[in-house]
């Protein structure tokens, strides 16, 4: 089996050649001047399986992945799993309003064409499995980061919303420590508003969990009152850290930040590998 990454993921690439035995093989990956992407795969992977790694985030890093999959498809390799730690626009997975487009729908099915399989890792939600038409699962990167946070003993684990309910409720479980869910309301894009009844925290150590960080908005709400009510120590922790604008600003009030390598960034403190590596 041959591990061919995209830009997004040389490191995570190369740990994932280790963990599952398989050949690395590099890639020729530029622009051009006028910002088109070139890529060229540099071993030869006829009649073998391949397993290709990129995130659909940002927008340029799709046409990469689609190149690739084009240039493994040319090369004629036996069977191609797309591997997506982060996959871009799985939040639009339904029409909200009249006029709107599926997006991830549009990005998956392309990708889907060229793949035998794909492997996304706790994408946002598996409804958007089906749009690449083709056998697609998701690997829960939930216990990579329970297993990190062991080491913080946390005295209470905190969903940021309703939507994070499920996850943290399993990890709550896992670290032994009880669950408190908060009341969110999106003001606008950047802004949340939240709400709950207090807890007691006072002298505690409190991990907020949440699948995707982008702009800190949600977890910067959520810490604020945690805070406020008297935790020792906030830490803010997810699989997916976007850390966009001025994410990192608005994540002061906490005191510790950690995501997964599906975005490799300066918050990176555990890796996912182990569960892509167990899925292939
Ligand atoms: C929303 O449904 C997600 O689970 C996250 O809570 C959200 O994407 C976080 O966004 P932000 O960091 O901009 O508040």
């Known amino acids: 089996m041959f591990i061919i990454s995209g830009s997004t993921h040389q490191r995570l690439g190369v740990a994932l050649a280790q963990e599952t035995g398989a050949e690395f093989c590099g890639v020729v990956n530029k622009a051009y001047p006028d910002g088109e992407r070139y890529v060229r795969i540099l071993r030869q992977v006829s009649g073998r399986d391949v397993v290709v790694i990129q995130n659909t985030f940002p927008d340029e890093k799709i046409v990469e992945l689609l190149l690739l999959l084009e240039a493994i498809h040319e090369a004629g390799a036996a069977s191609v799993t797309t591997v997506i730690p982060y996959m871009g626009y799985a939040r639009q997975e339904r029409i909200f309003q009249e006029g709107e487009t599926i997006s991830a729908r549009a990005v998956a099915r392309p990708i889907g064409m060229r793949s035998d399989r794909v492997l996304t890792v706790s994408v946002h939600t598996p409804d958007v499995l089906d749009f690449f038409g083709c056998p697609a699962e998701d690997v829960d990167g939930l216990r990579e980061v329970v297993h990190y946070l062991k080491g913080f003993t946390p ?41 709950s009844g207090r807890v007691s925290v006072k002298g505690q150590t409190v991990v907020i969990l949440d699948d995707i960080i982008s702009t800190g908005g949600t977890i910067a709400s959520s810490a604020l009152l945690l805070k406020d009510w008297g935790a020792s120590q906030v830490l803010a922790a997810c699989t997916h850290g976007l850390f966009i604008e001025d994410a990192a600003n608005r994540l002061r009030v906490c005191d510790d930040i950690l995501s997964s390598d599906t975005l490799e960034g300066v918050y990176t403190r555990y890796s996912v590998a182990p569960a892509i590596a167990a899925a292939l």
Do not use: F, N, Y
Request: a negative charge.
């Open 155 to 195: 005295g209470l684990v905190v969903a940021p919303d309703e939507g994070a309910r499920e996850r943290c409720s399993i990890a709550a479980k896992e670290l032994k420590a009880p669950l408190h869910v908060m009341s969110k309301t999106r003001l606008d894009d950047r802004t949340v508003e939240t709400d």
